[in-house]
């Protein structure tokens, strides 16, 4: 057994292996062998086969066999004990294959493989990035007050409606000068007036009275296709024969009546004892809206950084190697267009992958399990806490931490988590961050944008 390394260039090589027959004749005599006990051939009893027929009929296949597992362990085990960092997995060379599978004797297989090229994360003190801060201001403070004040409030009749009303309304199907379709559409519903965004509409309902009809086209009194379709009790495929008029007749206006800022509301949102004035309200909501908003300011900085990092970490990807290994080990057939189609997107994936496992390298960052455990039962302390149930005991909180992660898809989504949030923590520690107060509806546009 012999491995030869000729390097290609400075990001690739090709690997020959040279095999004797020391290196496989044993194996696949064994090989051999075992299939003789276990063959079914017509003429001869299971085990009574006799050798010379095994080799005639299967010997090639099992050479062949044989001759992939020794190259393939000892491929792997040159690229280890030589610590080479490769992309992707070695692939067969397009030259042909040394040797005489007819008369076996040396033969000598090529793979070329492309190694990780050296390069260096462009991040120090004086990088600099933008970092958006929602404006907590009293306005927004006081909104978010009234959205908890209205989810303890009470469901009362009102007379006219109003900006945050629920309407409980007959919707009939018109014809386009407005009479009513014969055989077209009538349906009972709801529309909360707090969710209507089309202002027409919304001024035009509003200060309307029981038994009151307005021409509405349904799309701009409820929030995108599935929940127009629910709300004229049909399926989203049929919308595209529905009319764009429809007669709304007022049946009931309900308004949620706001809870009193008291005791007992404080006690509900927060626990026992843990506010006790309008005043820690405000500060307690102001403290939590911005806890809450300082995740989304992190997932904008880190936008803005993996885009530069993308577009200025000099690290050339051999694009002809890995075009030709994904081909080859894609699970389902690909054209060759289609991997010209979707490389772009693959390259940028496998840049920022490497961008990133250099960032943890050269850092030290690492995700113990003992951390991991730790992230999973505080989720899973949230869970319980958004659904108002109690936590349990440490004991039982692990055992359901443990059970989560041996999940594979939810123990790789809890990681990928981890990672990003040391992530961006290190690029924060790192850079220059100069902060930047912006409305709540900037902020909104920014993160859409």
């Given at each position: 057994?012999?491995?030869?390394?000729?390097?290609?260039?400075?990001?690739?090589?090709?690997?020959?292996?040279?095999?004797?027959?020391?290196?496989?004749?044993?194996?696949?005599?064994?090989?051999?062998?075992?299939?003789?006990?276990?063959?079914?051939?017509?003429?001869?009893?299971?085990?009574?086969?006799?050798?010379?027929?095994?080799?005639?009929?299967?010997?090639?296949?099992?050479?062949?066999?044989?001759?992939?597992?020794?190259?393939?362990?000892?491929?792997?085990?040159?690229?280890?004990?030589?610590?080479?960092?490769?992309?992707?997995?070695?692939?067969?060379?397009?030259?042909?294959?040394?040797?005489?599978?007819?008369?076996?004797?040396?033969f000598e297989f090529s793979y070329e493989i492309a190694l990780t090229p050296v390069f260096e994360v462009p991040l120090t003190k004086t990088t600099k990035f933008t970092y958006?801060?929602?404006?907590?201001?009293?306005?927004?403070?006081?909104?978010?007050?009234?959205?908890?004040?209205?989810?303890?409030?009470?469901?009362?009749?009102?007379?006219?409606?109003?900006?945050?009303?629920?309407?409980?309304?007959?919707?009939?199907?018109?014809?386009?000068?407005?009479?009513?379709?014969?055989?077209?559409?009538?349906?009972?519903?709801?529309?909360?007036?707090?969710?209507?965004?089309?202002?027409?509409?919304?001024?035009?309902?509003?200060?309307?009275?029981?038994?009151?009809?307005?021409?509405?086209?349904?799309?701009?009194?409820?929030?995108?296709?599935?929940?127009?379709?629910?709300?004229?009790?049909?399926?989203?495929?049929?919308?595209?024969?529905?009319?764009?008029?429809?007669?709304?007749?007022?049946?009931?206006?309900?308004?949620?009546?706001?809870?009193?800022?008291?005791?007992?509301?404080?006690?509900?949102?927060?626990?026992a004892g843990e506010v006790k004035s309008e005043e820690e309200l405000k500060a307690r909501v102001q403290k939590d809206l911005e806890?809450?908003?300082?995740?989304?300011?992190?997932?904008?900085?880190?936008?803005?950084?993996?885009?530069?990092?993308?577009?200025?970490?000099?690290?050339?990807?051999?694009?002809?190697?890995?075009?030709?290994?994904?081909?080859?080990?894609?699970?389902?057939?690909?054209?060759?267009?289609?991997?010209?189609?979707?490389?772009?997107?693959?390259?940028?994936?496998?840049?920022?992958?490497?961008?990133?496992?250099?960032?943890?390298?050269?850092?030290?960052?690492?995700?113990?399990?003992?951390?991991?455990?730790?992230?999973?039962?505080?989720?899973?302390?949230?869970?319980?806490?958004?659904?108002?149930?109690?936590?349990?005991?440490?004991?039982?909180?692990?055992?359901?931490?443990?059970?989560?992660?041996?999940?594979?898809?939810?123990?790789?989504?809890?990681?990928?988590?981890?990672?990003?949030?040391?992530?961006?923590?290190?690029?924060?520690?790192?850079?220059?961050?100069?902060?930047?107060?912006?409305?709540?509806?900037?902020?909104?546009?920014?993160?859409?944008?």
């Amino acid at each position: 057994m012999n491995i030869v390394r000729e390097d290609l260039n400075e990001g690739s090589a090709v690997l020959k292996i040279q095999i004797t027959p020391e290196d496989y004749a044993d194996k696949v005599n064994t090989s051999i062998e075992k299939y003789r006990k276990t063959a079914r051939i017509p003429g001869f009893r299971p085990g009574k086969v006799p050798v010379s027929l095994v080799k005639k009929q299967f010997g090639k296949s099992l050479l062949a066999e044989e001759l992939n597992k020794v190259v393939s362990e000892s491929l792997f085990q040159y690229i280890n004990t030589n610590n080479l960092e490769i992309l992707g997995q070695p692939i067969p060379a397009k030259e042909e294959v040394k040797g005489d599978f007819e008369n076996p004797s040396d033969f000598e297989f090529s793979y070329e493989i492309a190694l990780t090229p050296v390069f260096e994360v462009p991040l120090t003190k004086t990088t600099k990035f933008t970092y958006n801060k929602v404006d907590v201001n009293n306005e927004l403070i006081g909104k978010q007050i009234d959205d908890l004040r209205r989810r303890y409030g009470k469901l009362v009749s009102s007379e006219k409606v109003g900006d945050t009303d629920m309407i409980l309304a007959q919707f009939t199907e018109l014809n386009e000068d407005e009479t009513e379709k014969e055989g077209g559409i009538v349906n009972s519903s709801t529309i909360s007036m707090e969710f209507v965004e089309d202002k027409a509409a919304k001024k035009a309902l509003k200060g309307k009275k029981i038994g009151d009809v307005v021409v509405v086209d349904p799309k701009a009194v409820s929030r995108g296709e599935s929940d127009t379709a629910a709300m004229l009790g049909i399926k989203a495929e049929e919308l595209a024969d529905v009319s764009t008029k429809f007669a709304l007749k007022i049946n009931e206006i309900k308004h949620i009546e706001l809870a009193e800022l008291n005791e007992e509301l404080f006690d509900k949102l927060f626990g026992a004892g843990e506010v006790k004035s309008e005043e820690e309200l405000k500060a307690r909501v102001q403290k939590d809206l911005e806890e809450m908003f300082s995740n989304d300011s992190d997932r904008l900085m880190m936008r803005d950084a993996y885009k530069y990092l993308i577009d200025n970490t000099k690290l050339n990807l051999p694009a002809d190697f890995l075009k030709r290994w994904i081909l080859l080990s894609s699970e389902n057939q690909v054209s060759t267009e289609e991997v010209e189609t979707t490389y772009p997107d693959y390259e940028q994936s496998m840049k920022w992958q490497l961008i990133q496992g250099k960032i943890f390298k050269d850092n030290n960052l690492q995700l113990k399990q003992e951390e991991v455990v730790d992230y999973t039962k505080d989720l899973i302390l949230k869970q319980y806490a958004q659904y108002g149930i109690p936590a349990p005991e440490d004991k039982e909180l692990t055992a359901s931490a443990q059970q989560v992660l041996a999940n594979k898809d939810e123990s790789s989504r809890i990681f990928d988590m981890i990672a990003e949030t040391k992530l961006i923590e290190y690029i924060k520690s790192t850079v220059k961050l100069s902060d930047k107060k912006v409305s709540y509806e900037d902020f909104v546009e920014l993160a859409n944008s």
